[in-house]
Each structure stands twice: as C-alpha cells, then as structure tokens.
C-alpha cells in the first residue's frame, strides 16, 4: 500500500485536537512513515491556494476538528469534502458544536456586544464592531463572516466518519489512524469510530450506593467527595448516563472528577441534554413540583450544563431553527 495522502484541519477550535494526535507519541513516527500530509495548518505552513489545486478526491483522509463558526471555516468544509475521499469530524467541536456552540445560547448581535462593547476589559470609544469589508487606503480589506450560530461539521457537508472527545482519547486516534492506514475495513458510513457502544456507567467502577436520591446538588468546587463512589450518589452532577465510553474513563476514574459529556450521546439515545435531565429528573429526591424546582434550581446554567459539547446538535438547537 503506498503513501496516504492526508489533511488535518482545525476550524472553530482551541488547538487541543491537533495537539491530541500528537499525544500518540512515537507512534507518530509510524504515522509520518505511512502518511504524506498536505495540510495542518497548527504543524505546517500550508497555502489554501495549495489545496484549492488539488485534484478533487485527492486527499485519502482528511481530520477536520473544530466546529464551523465562520465563512472560512465554511469555505474550508466545503473545500475539504470535495478533495477527500474520507472526511472525519474529529472531536467534539466538529461531532456536535462543543464548547464553541454555547455561543448558540445567544447571538451573533449579543456576542459582539459583548466582546467589543461591554466587556470590563474593553476600551473601544469609537464602538467599533467588527465589519467583513472594510476601505483603507490601500485598497479594501476583507475578514471572515461571523455566523449567527455555531454548526458541527455535519450540519454544513456530508461526513463519512465521527471521532468524539475533547479532545478525543490519543490511543483511540491511534486505532483508528492504524485501521485507516492499514487498509483494515472500515464501519458503515456515519459510524462513530473510535469510542465504545455503551453509556459510560456502564464501564465505570466507581461503586454504587445504591443510594442515588438528590436532595440538592453540590459543586466539585465546595465538596469533599468520596473517590471510590459515584459522584451522582453523592449529589455531584456526572453525565455518565448520557456519554457514550471509550475515552478510557479519564475523567471519572484517572482524574476523580465528573464526566462532562464529552464523547457525546450513546448510540440509543437522541439527546445528551434531554437524556440527562430525565436520568436527573428520576433522581431528585421530591414529588412537590416547588420542590423539585427548588432542587434542580441549585445548579448554575443548566443547558450549559446538559449541552456542554453537544449545543449545535441538540434538541434545543433544533426547535430554535
Ligand atoms: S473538541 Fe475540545 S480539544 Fe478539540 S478543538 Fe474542540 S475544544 Fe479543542
Ligand atoms: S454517574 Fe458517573 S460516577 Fe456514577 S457510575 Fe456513571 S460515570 Fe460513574
Ligand atoms: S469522562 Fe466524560 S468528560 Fe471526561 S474524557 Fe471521558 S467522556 Fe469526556
């Protein structure tokens, strides 16, 4: 088999994807052996122009991590669907918005006032917002469109693959680096590759009391906690229920702190956020509707809470297009 041609590209993202391929350390050298890279911008300076003039398909896998936030973004979705024969959206960000979709809890037109007008850090007197077009004297200059709401990947070109995470787990990059590379069969297309089949509960081993009815909730930041028992026994808000595994129970197990979602929703289920409040819902120790209210009104901004990583995909998103 000869040399994979292959792109990573990070659109609305923090970097951390692009660092997670790295994470598989020396194995990277096996990467480097079997891989001809014609674009990752975090490694390489590469020109669009470059790829602009490739062949169309010409790009056997393409990693594209990052929601899309912007005209650029978009463009280079667009761009990357038609030169490669594999686009994977990698990581939450490109699987379901991630962090950058909580942005779809507002605007466009209150972000920017935000940012460039009432922020406490922001000195602007002239009140400049940022405009795609702008004359100077040399000419005009153009930046990308800011969109009115975040996108996964999917939602703007057709995907052939999901890796989730954030970032997604280096061992899981490596399988399926090593199955693309080696010519291993692939799952259906629109698989989630690279993750488990199962809610993370299943596959936890913190022990269960038995015990899991909620009074109220506790923060991680003001609790002592048991590291043997299940945080939601304990009143401590872990999404298990309604995260697929296989990112190795990073969180729960090897860092002692609750899951946040994540790898995204299990394949039975529509909704992480949803899945999540029912799971809670079944929980909470009240039948006094005021109660109830009382209890679940303990815990801050709870759409960020049940939709950390999956705002673009979700049900909320959804009803509001
Ligand atoms: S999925 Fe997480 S690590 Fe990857 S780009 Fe998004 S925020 Fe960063
Ligand atoms: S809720 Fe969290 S701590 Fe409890 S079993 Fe599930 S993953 Fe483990
Ligand atoms: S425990 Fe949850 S938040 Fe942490 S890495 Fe795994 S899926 Fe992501």
Redesign the pocket.
Known sequence: MGKLNVGVYWAASCGGCDVAILDIHEKVLKVKEACDFFLWPIAMDFKYADVEALPDKHLDLVLFNGAVRNSENKHLAELLRKKSKLLVAFGSCAHTGGIPALANFTTKQGIFERAYLTSDSTDNPQKVIPKTKVKVPEGELTIPEFFERVFALDQVVDVDYYVPGCPPNPERIWEVLAAVVTGAPLPPKGSVIGAGTKA??DT?E?K?TGDKKITGFKRVATTDWDPEV????QGLV?L??CTRDGCGLQC?QHSNM??RGCYGLPPDISDQGAKMIAALGSLIDAKDPEEIARIAGELPDQAGYYYRFSAAAGLLERRKA
Do not use: E
């Not at 299940?230 to 026994?233: I, K, S, T, V, Y």
């Open positions: 993370l509960c936890c913190r269960r299940c945080f939601l026994d872990c298990g229920p729960v609750p899951c």
